[in-house]
């Protein structure tokens, strides 16, 4: 399978984002990257779900929602209700990950867990065969244009072992300091998602940039 391509709406010009909505539409890209950001589990604020669901009005790729909250398990019925495809949670905010997982399922969304620099894949053993999808931060989450963080290539390729043994179907996303030279990298140890914000956004020519990075 391709790899696919997310850009990071966290990156977007907020004063024209129509354009940068309809840019994103008429590229290769695959999906749309929502950032919700509380200022608590994070020390940073985003958008929230109003500006999501006027994002779903124009968007015609799949919403990829990644909360970066305390107790999400409250906004599930919400966030469906803004028009996501994947709903992504942290391993680090659910204290009971299987339930939050299954009530995610139940309202008709796909799965996804997120894990900080600092956790390791391992954590995920019992709860792998349950998720649509995984996403490695490879920055510490809060704010765009970090450094990309090598430990990271190590963790694509350990996951990617996880799920290749047990036979399982789970994707890999990776989200931090992504360009066409980390791209590449996350690409050859197993990342079957890039989420990309500062490298499509600043780039002079972003629907190039786009195709540059679906094309590693």
């Given amino acids: 399978m391709h790899h696919k391509i997310a850009p990071s709406l966290l990156s977007a010009d907020f004063l024209n984002l129509q354009a940068d909505i309809e840019m994103v539409n008429n590229s290769e890209a695959d999906w749309f990257h929502c950032d919700v950001m509380d200022g608590t589990f994070v020390p940073n604020i985003s958008f929230g779900f109003p500006i999501i669901k006027q994002i779903s009005k124009m968007a015609k790729k799949p919403l990829d929602v990644h909360l970066m909250i305390v107790n999400p398990d409250q ?17 680090e905010a659910c204290v009971h990950l299987h339930r939050t997982i299954a009530a995610i399922h139940d309202a008709g969304m ?8 600092h956790t390791p894949v391992s954590l995920l ?37 996880m799920i290749v043994r047990r036979g399982l179907h789970t994707l890999i996303e990776v989200d931090g300091g992504v360009n066409l030279e980390t791209g590449k990298r996350l690409v050859d140890a197993g990342a079957d998602v890039l989420v990309a914000g500062n490298a499509v956004f600043a780039d002079a020519n972003p629907t190039e940039m786009i195709h540059k990075l679906k094309s590693l």
Avoid: W
């Fill in 110 to 117: 796909k799965a996804a867990v997120t894990l900080n620099p």
């Fill in 125 to 161: 053993e019992d709860i792998l065969q349950d998720l649509d999808m995984v996403l490695l931060m490879s920055v510490n989450p809060g704010f765009g244009g970090q450094k990309f963080i090598e430990r990271t290539l190590d963790k694509v390729s350990c996951l990617k072992d």
């Fill in 75 to 91: 906004y599930i019925p919400v966030v469906k209700d803004a028009g996501a495809y994947m709903m992504n949670v942290h391993y």
